[in-house]
T-cell receptor
């Protein structure tokens, strides 16, 4: 079963930062926080992952709270192409992913 | 990132026939591959985990005799839906991970329609 809780939907204005929250209060010490997104009828696309430190790459930033019970994915300048379902997953590296329901992000012009 | 392909991308078959879906890691060796199923407006559901050269591990409720998985090499896993029925119509997605990378890389998915 999925160990994460996300809001079902969010809107964001184009050009603004999109902040997507995720709760994972039962995360274990060896579990990473992964973020993927899925555009309609495509396979999920990897965005970013982290263990306990904040991470940043060319797509997004990942902020993990000190107790690791929640995290936030930040898309710094949302574009229309960022409209997708965003999934937060916690899992040990190399292990099975159990997807929750995700957050449907709509970027509004 | 690493590339995972699936073939075919779309298949329509008659009820009672079997369908094979291939999943390939194109630029890395995948020690583990995963198969998911996604129904319309729902999330991905893990079906099984396969490690190269060994039997697949199926999730609870997934019939291993109906969904045959073979992971014969480090770059190829196949899912065969045997005696397909209309309720097996779904979007089937594979993913692959290697021992050196923490993330899973997903294929583009295969849309199966059983008439």
């Amino acid at each position: 079963d999925a160990k994460t809780t996300q809001p079902p939907s969010m809107d964001c204005a184009e050009g603004r930062a999109a902040n997507l929250p995720c709760n994972h209060s039962t995360i274990s010490g060896n579990e990473y926080v992964y973020w993927y997104r899925q555009i309609h009828s495509q396979g999920p696309q990897y965005i970013i992952h982290g263990l306990k430190n904040n991470e940043t790459n060319e797509m997004a930033s990942l902020i993990i709270t000190e107790d690791r019970k929640s995290s936030t994915l930040i898309l710094p300048h949302a574009t229309l192409r960022d409209t997708a379902v965003y999934y937060c997953i916690v899992a040990p590296t190399g292990n099975q992913f159990y997807f929750g329901t995700g957050t449907s992000l709509t970027v509004i012009p | 990132g690493a590339v995972v392909s699936q073939h075919p991308s779309r298949v329509i078959c008659k009820s009672g026939t079997s369908v094979k879906i291939e999943c390939r890691s194109l630029d890395f060796q995948a020690t583990t591959m995963f198969w998911y199923r996604q129904f319309p407006k729902q999330s991905l559901m893990l079906m099984a985990t396969s490690n190269e050269g060994s039997k697949a591990t199926y999730e609870q409720g997934v019939e291993k005799d109906k969904f045959l998985i073979n992971h014969a090499s480090l770059t190829l896993s196949t899912l065969t839906v045997t005696s397909a029925h209309p309720e097996d119509s779904s979007f089937y997605i594979c993913s692959a991970s290697s021992g050196t990378k923490n993330e899973q890389f997903f294929g583009p998915g295969t849309r199966l329609t059983v008439l």
